[in-house]
């Protein structure tokens, strides 16, 4: 199996800590083609047991992995607690080197990003296959997350109406949604398809027309369906440009 080496972890560990740090830190980066997806929605909505599990069917294709999990700071105290590495914690994946997992605090910012995510996002590109981004839990409004990533997942509660469906901000950016229906929700087969009419029949700018995924995070159900909605969104974005 391919792994991240650990003179590469290391080098990657600490170059997005000289980002994090200093806001004008600039390294020597190498243009890679990997592919860069980011998982968005509410807090709570399911986005790093739904990003385990991505991870874990990337490593059964032999593909290496950077993870970046975004969580909230506290304004008022500046401490944080990042916790979505432990969604992410998984006995098939703890001892896999395969898997780069890095936890960032926002730090004062006001989105649910942090300032030198596209420079992390750049630098972890030259050690992985695929580089997951996890954003703070997200509001109508944290829509920054679209121009720093190639797809983007919106994982959804089952909790809006037809009218938060089709208001603007976050829900205009999600290429792919991902409906999470915990097993005790009632009506999630409802909730799934209104998302389908109200999200999955509109097409973006670039003609993408997106798809509604109904998944159980936890019970791990249509993650093979997302994933296959993930690649067709990955072949669409190669067909428009080749090297997107
Ligand atoms: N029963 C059940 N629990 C779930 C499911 N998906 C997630 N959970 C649980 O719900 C809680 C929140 O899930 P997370 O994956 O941490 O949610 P998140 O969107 O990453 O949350 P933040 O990072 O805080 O924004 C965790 O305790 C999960 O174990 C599910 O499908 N069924
Ligand atoms: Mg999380």
Known sequence: MKQINQSKRNSLAKAISLYQEYENCSLQVKNACSWVIGVTGVTAAGKSTL?????????KKDLTVA????????????????ADRNEFRDPELDCDNGLFLRSLASR??????VHALPK??????????IVIVETAGAGQMDVEIEDCVDTLIQVLAPLEGPLNMEKAGINECAHIFAVNAREYFQNSEQFFALAEIELGRKTDNNGWQ???????????????????GLYAHKKFLEQKKPSY
């Open 51 to 59: 990003g385990r599990n991505l991870v874990k069917q990337f490593r």
């Open 67 to 82: 993870a970046i999990l975004i969580d909230p700071s506290s304004k008022k105290e500046g401490w944080a607690i990042l």
């Open 108 to 113: 004062g910012e006001k989105s649910a990003l």
């Open 120 to 129: 992390i996002i750049a630098h972890a590109k030259m050690f992985a296959d």
């Open 210 to 228: 997106k798809k509604v995924f109904l998944v159980n995070a936890k019970e791990k159900k249509g993650i093979i369906e997302l994933i296959e």
